[in-house]
């Protein structure tokens, strides 16, 4: 009998290239909660304990932020992108 097991991006994300276009595909959907989710596991595949140490948030309260639905603030969201090494870009 085949034992099925959970998919963990997160265990994929092992390059900043591959974060990098991770996220881009997420923003060119342009939903906000799979964004959240997008950033949350790419935190964890750097790894929380370190995202935390970084940005002076809570381990605990970093993945209640990136949960789906969750409404986190604008300004916890950047702290996060910047100790990701994320840069945002606007173009036309």
Same mark, same amino acid.
Do not use: W
């Given at each position: 009998?085949?034992?099925?097991?959970?998919?963990?991006?997160?265990?994929?994300?092992?390059?900043?290239?591959?974060?990098?276009?991770?996220?881009?595909?997420?923003?060119?959907?342009?939903?906000?909660?799979? &964004?959240?989710?997008?950033?949350?596991?790419? %935190? @964890?595949?750097?790894?929380?304990?370190? $995202?935390?140490?970084?940005?002076? *948030? +809570?381990?605990?309260? &970093?993945?209640?932020?990136?949960?789906?639905? %969750? @409404?986190?603030?604008?300004?916890?969201? $950047?702290?996060?992108?910047?100790? *990701? +090494?994320?840069?945002?870009?606007?173009?036309?």
């Amino acid at each position: 009998m085949s034992k099925l097991t959970t998919f963990d991006i997160s265990e994929y994300l092992d390059s900043k290239e591959m974060m990098a276009e991770y996220i881009s595909q997420v923003l060119q959907e342009g939903d906000m909660d799979e &964004l959240l989710v997008a950033i949350g596991n790419i %935190a @964890k595949a750097k790894g929380m304990n370190q $995202i935390a140490q970084e940005t002076g *948030l +809570g381990r605990e309260s &970093l993945y209640k932020t990136f949960a789906p639905g %969750a @409404k986190p603030r604008f300004e916890t969201v $950047i702290k996060v992108l910047n100790s *990701l +090494g994320v840069k945002l870009q606007a173009s036309v």
